[in-house]
């Protein structure tokens, strides 16, 4: 065998045993052993229409999301990659989900971004029923929604001949309300509260503070959002003359009972003179007025030291030497 050859073979078994190459790899992982029981293209489009409490705005739009799980261990655990699809502000969705072929495996249903769910009616004692609720749907990378977010159990046959599935077929309905949670800011600069500062919450990661979810005004140094979208946001201060001192972040969870409180150190934003805070700019006028009196008092000295010569030099020959 060829030296090339080996080093190729050698080179491959290191980047295959690679972390990256684990993770690359490990949403084919999740499939293992159900490659028979589940279509490997997307063959069945999930439809329905969300009614929101709240019109969610257009950087906060949450997400339809169909799980296919088996009952493993006393609970639920997804099999494959969980398919998505953005809901807009109509609330009407459509997402793609691969082929359940073994009816031991489920479809779940769920909404991602902050959003409880119920369908309706809530009784799912009919046998006409399509979907139950059900909260155990629990691995690693499913439990950021599960723990927070209601989870509903497609019961219904699938046919080989279906595509599409409506989840809200029937008398039900999907309602969607938003998760809350509260946020108290206080506001102080060094030891003295501080009235009037807007404070914005904006969602973590957004760069235009003019996109906020909320927005008060201390009374005091202190003010209280209440009914809060859960999630993660930045906290921006502003106050004329002022400016925050160092950014500051909140996480809001579900019907959280205790107020989160943000403390916000305001310290004077000086106003610019030639591009120079007011400390530097009376520096650069000092050293410069500095600078010109120097010169002005060394031309004059030089005059004055030129005259007086002058004077001593006539002063200094007698009369009769004219």
Request: some cysteine; glycine content about 4%; aromatic content about 10%.
């Amino acid at each position: 065998m060829r030296s090339g050859t080996v080093t190729v073979i050698l080179l491959t078994a290191l980047l295959l045993s690679t972390p990256i190459v684990a993770i690359m790899l490990s949403d084919d992982a999740i499939a293992d052993g159900y490659d028979s029981k589940i279509s490997t293209d997307k063959e069945i489009t999930f439809t329905g229409k969300v009614y929101f409490d709240i019109t969610p705005v257009a950087n906060q739009l949450p997400s339809a999301i169909i799980l296919i799980a088996d009952y493993k261990d006393g609970k639920w655990q997804y099999v494959r990659e969980p398919c998505r699809t953005e809901i807009p502000e109509n609330g009407e969705f459509s997402v793609q989900s691969y082929r359940i072929l073994d009816m031991a495996l489920s479809y779940f249903f769920l909404i991602e971004s902050g959003y409880e769910i119920e369908i309706v009616p809530s009784s799912f004692e009919s046998t006409a029923t399509t979907v139950e609720r059900d909260s155990s749907v629990v691995t690693d990378t499913t439990s950021t929604y599960s723990y927070s977010y209601n989870a509903f159990r497609y019961t219904s046959y699938v046919s080989p001949s279906q595509t599409t599935i409506e989840v809200t077929e029937g008398a039900h309905a999907i309602s969607a309300r938003h998760a809350t949670g509260s946020v108290t800011v206080n506001v102080t600069n060094d030891e003295y509260n501080l009235s009037n500062v807007e404070i914005r919450l904006v969602k973590k990661g957004e760069s235009d503070p003019d996109k906020y979810v909320a927005m008060e005004y201390s009374d005091n140094g202190r003010c209280v959002f209440k009914n809060v979208p859960t999630g993660e946001y930045d906290v921006v201060a502003t106050l004329k003359n002022y400016e925050q001192f160092r950014p500051e972040s909140v996480t809001i969870t579900k019907n959280c009972s205790e107020t989160v409180s943000i403390e916000m150190i305001l310290k004077v934003n000086n106003k610019e003179y030639w591009g120079n805070d007011l400390p530097h700019f009376l520096m650069i006028v000092g050293g410069s007025l500095g600078v010109i009196i120097v010169s002005i008092s060394i031309v004059l000295q030089h005059f004055i030291i030129k005259k007086k010569h002058e004077d001593w030099i006539i002063n200094d020959v007698d009369d009769d030497e004219i």
